[in-house]
């Protein structure tokens, strides 16, 4: 299969990080955790993700405006985001979607269901329509 994905996975609930690590880790993902956008600009500038999970309701900044940010610039604006939120309505998935986000996944959820978003996610981002 090659070199196995890395994910990132911002949020700021230290349970929800310990179990996307352990259940993406069982799925085959290299996974990188972060508790804040200090946290994850830090590992950007150590290596790039194939794939961002990132959280809606982060410390000190809007999730959405944080996506919008990764997705606006040069060095990270290649890299697929899923929107991970309790926010399960349609304006902030339309938001969400707007502001660059490949994809949206509300909490609560299962393990299975956010490996099948990455792989959605990351089989469209490797297409050779989507490169160049």
Do not use: W
């Not at 349970?15 to 600009?41: F, N, P, W």
């Not at 040069?74 to 902030?92: L, S």
Request: aromatic share 6%; proline share 4%.
């Amino acid at each position: 299969m090659g070199e196995k994905s890395l994910v990132y996975v911002l949020d700021d609930d230290e349970s929800i990080l310990q179990m996307l690590d352990i259940g993406l880790s069982d799925s085959g993902y290299r996974v990188k955790t972060a508790l804040s956008e200090d946290q994850l600009q830090q590992l950007l500038s150590e290596e790039k993700p194939d794939v961002i999970l990132l959280d809606i309701s982060v410390p000190g900044v809007d999730g959405i405006t944080l996506c919008r940010n990764l997705h606006l610039d040069e060095k990270t604006g290649d890299i697929p985001i899923i929107m991970v939120t309790a926010f399960n309505d349609t304006r902030t998935y339309n938001d969400a979607l707007l502001f660059g986000a490949s994809d949206y996944i509300a909490k609560p959820f299962v393990v299975s269901d956010v490996v099948n978003k990455i792989e959605q996610v990351l089989r469209h981002s490797r297409s050779p329509k989507n490169r160049g």
